[in-house]
């Protein structure tokens, strides 16, 4: 149930027709993972946060840094130096002390993922590594998780949601992450660090995977899945590629 003071904290979602008393409910119950706490994870972690989501787990390894400023909104200048799941969770504690904040300050790799995703009824991937994003997709799909996914670099940004152990209305399976890319990048890919980032391109990156998680949880409107967004901010233009499942794809094997 929600208390008094919930119910006027999140008042302007229960007013929405498709969100009401019973979308905020889902919201309360929901366990969502989010995989990485800084450019992308900050604005994810703050508006899950403020939208009411009862358990957020945050994965990180990293510590705050100066030039983390600039874009890992999350973080303050006094927080230099603190683990950044650390860091996160006093924001989240400011935000709304009504969610429920556990902290995993490690590095995921094969030996810990599978168990932590089965603990979380949806991930949010806002890594920088091609590494992990694979590990993270794999397992999304064998452990049957949803999987909400946003890469950025200089002043563009990708967006999309999967959820390949399902079908579409037309009895189709949706595709996974190995049919948008098969297999990681034969060469090491550019990042932030090397290229740099317009700050306010993970916000807007970040807050639309927020919206996404939202629309999982309360079942509104249509998810990214099976199409990928495209953001250009620098010339301001937000494009759609479908994609589709790929039978022939080896991680189909493990489900």
Not at 8 to 34: E, F, M, N
Not at 102 to 124: Q, S, T, W
Not at 151 to 166: A, D, K, R
Request: proline letters at 5%; a negative charge; charged letters at 20%.
């Amino acid at each position: 149930m929600l208390s008094n003071v919930e119910l006027q904290r999140y008042s302007r979602h229960i007013l929405l027709r498709d969100v009401g008393g019973p979308g905020q409910h889902k919201l309360k119950a929901a366990r969502v993972l989010c995989v990485g706490a800084g450019g992308l994870g900050s604005p994810v972690i703050e508006y899950l946060a403020a939208a009411g989501v009862g358990t957020l787990g945050l994965v990180d390894d990293d510590r705050v840094s100066l030039s983390n400023l600039q874009r890992q909104v999350i973080h303050t200048t006094a927080n230099v130096g603190k683990l950044k799941v650390e860091s996160a969770g006093e924001r989240i504690a400011a935000i709304n002390p009504h969610v429920n904040v556990e902290l995993h300050p490690f590095r995921l790799d094969a030996g810990n993922i599978e168990d932590l995703v089965r603990a979380y009824d949806i991930v949010v991937d806002g890594t920088d590594n091609f590494p992990t994003r694979f590990i993270m997709a794999d397992t999304a799909y064998a452990c049957r998780k949803p999987l909400v996914t946003a890469g950025v670099l200089e002043f563009y940004g990708s967006l999309t949601t999967l959820m390949p152990y399902e079908a579409d209305a037309n009895g189709q399976p949706n595709p996974s992450w190995r049919c948008l890319m098969p297999k990681e990048p034969d060469t090491a890919a550019l990042t932030c660090s090397e290229v740099g980032i317009l700050g306010s391109v993970v916000g807007v990156l970040g807050t639309l995977a927020a919206c996404e998680v939202l629309k999982v949880i309360t079942g509104v409107g249509q998810p990214l899945i099976g199409r990928l967004l495209m953001v250009d901010i620098r010339d301001m233009g937000f494009d759609i590629v479908e994609y589709y499942r790929n039978p022939a794809s080896p991680v189909f094997g493990q489900a």
